[in-house]
């Protein structure tokens, strides 16, 4: 077994900046949510994209949110995570969308409009990995170019 | 593009059966947190195991929780996704934890003693693939023999 190791910040950052899909958590007041989502981190922020109807849409602005990214390698038991937590704040304005969007925001998978963009500026990350000697973004099953 | 196809209960339950890894998310009050963890269904509730000052090992006894299994396939740009809701359990007697144990508990990969049992009777189960045409378990990077 392997021992748990915190990551640096600036390890988080990198590791988060270069994932494509994470789970967001979200509280509704009554119970906890969890959704897998594809997100990218535009400037200081990350991004995600939502249907009219989501969960997400329908959050007050500045709802608290944790948004993890990781990578599990089964077969060797071991792994990394990595945890944001913010507030949500909704992006209404399309010229800014347009810019953030522009050739880097989130790419969903599944069909239908997703008009909402939901903005996390994170006011704190951080996370582990279990053991060394390993590379953490190889890792990775799907990562950005540097 | 793939459409958005909610799992029927049973489905659902399968999946989380043949799960090994998920993602547990729980409100401490102030805000959200999403922790990855080794998981066992053992009957019909989901088992997880904790190290002694772990944020879930602090939780009031009843705390609503969601766990979420899921399997993505990068390329395919496919997936799907399992949340079980239901409120938290500590499981506090040796001999319950030694029965639910037996060769099929939760195996954390994490070095040091966790010797917190918590456990999930889930009261919802819900889940939703992205296209059909493929195989939901095949996507898994590990699963459990049926």
Do not use: K, Q
């Amino acid at each position: 077994m392997r021992d748990w190791i915190a990551l640096d910040p600036s390890e988080c950052e990198s590791l988060l900046r270069a994932g494509v899909v994470g789970r967001m958590a979200v509280f509704d007041g009554t119970r906890p949510h969890i959704l897998p989502l594809n997100y990218a981190v535009v400037g200081d922020a990350l991004l995600v994209r939502t249907g009219a109807d989501s969960l997400l849409a329908r959050l007050p602005d500045r709802t608290p949110l944790a948004f993890e990214v990781d990578a599990l390698d089964h077969d060797g038991h071991r792994g990394w995570s990595v945890v944001a937590h913010g507030r949500s704040e909704r992006i209404d304005s399309l010229d800014e969308v347009d810019r953030l969007d522009r050739g880097r925001g989130p790419r969903p998978w599944v069909a239908g409009t997703r008009p909402h963009h939901l903005r996390l500026r994170w006011s704190s990350l951080t996370g582990y990995r279990l053991g060394t000697g390993w590379d953490l973004r190889a890792a990775m099953p799907v990562r950005r170019a540097e």
